[in-house]
């Protein structure tokens, strides 16, 4: 079956630093990767998604870049903030099965004032 | 998000035990789904609805039954609790297959002694 693998599982950056979280997925047909935040407490919010149809996005500190040949996607966060600490979570879909996302282990990032 | 709303927020029960969660969405999706989130294991998909006439088995329903009692509810069952079934349990929902996004709840963190 599919699968999506994470990288790292824990990230810790100083305040002001980029991180990175990569995303490698199994099934060359998947065609959408969100990105989710989850807070403490919270449950995941979408915070940015691609299409395969694009190479990358970006919306104010943060994008998403997608390789399709090697079939992996990473997000990165620039001029990090202690807001940003949360736990994220990639995922993969293919069609024609939209509902269903195969997600990934999970970041747990931490931004260090 | 408030606009999906899941009861009880934390659990505690004893082996055999049958558990009812709640999940109630406010959003006029069609779309809900049960998942299971295990730390370094992500969010593995449990049960899914497309209408309320319609109940699929995701990747991991041994165990679990759930009932669709109306458009805006989708309940998850524990006929008898045992103590890996320990885990933190969300509720989502979506548009359908316009729209890829998921939209989840606070979570229910149960735990089974």
């Known amino acids: 079956g599919e699968n999506v693998e994470q990288h790292p599982s824990t990230l810790s950056v100083q305040e002001g630093d980029s991180a990175v979280i990569k995303c490698t997925y199994s099934d060359s047909a998947s065609n959408y990767f969100p990105w989710y935040k989850q807070e403490l407490g919270k449950g995941p919010q979408l915070i940015i998604d691609?299409?395969?149809?694009?190479g990358e996005k970006k919306d104010q500190r943060i994008a998403v870049t997608l390789n399709k040949t090697a079939k992996h996607f990473s997000l990165h966060i620039t001029e990090t903030q202690p807001e940003d600490s949360a736990v994220y979570f990639c995922?993969?879909?293919?069609?024609?099965?939209?509902?269903?996302?195969?997600f990934g282990t999970g970041t747990r990032l931490k931004v260090l004032a | 998000d408030a606009d999906v709303t899941q009861t009880p927020r934390n659990r505690i029960t004893k082996t055999g035990k049958r558990i009812m969660l709640e999940c109630s969405q406010t959003?006029?999706?069609?779309?809900m789904y049960w998942y299971r989130q295990d730390p370094g294991l992500g969010l593995r998909l449990i049960y899914y609805?497309?209408?309320?006439?319609?109940?699929n088995k995701g990747e991991i329903s041994d165990g679990y039954s759930v009932s669709r009692q109306a458009q805006a509810k989708f309940s998850l069952s524990l006929e008898s609790a045992i103590p890996n079934q320990t885990a933190l349990y969300f509720c989502a929902t979506s548009v359908g297959p316009a729209e890829n996004i998921q939209y989840f709840g606070a979570g229910t963190r149960l735990s089974v002694l």
């Open positions: 691609i299409r395969s149809n694009v």
């Open positions: 959003k006029g999706h069609d779309r």
């Open positions: 995922a993969a879909i293919k069609p024609p099965g939209t509902y269903k996302y195969i």
């Open positions: 609805s497309f209408d309320v006439k319609d109940i």
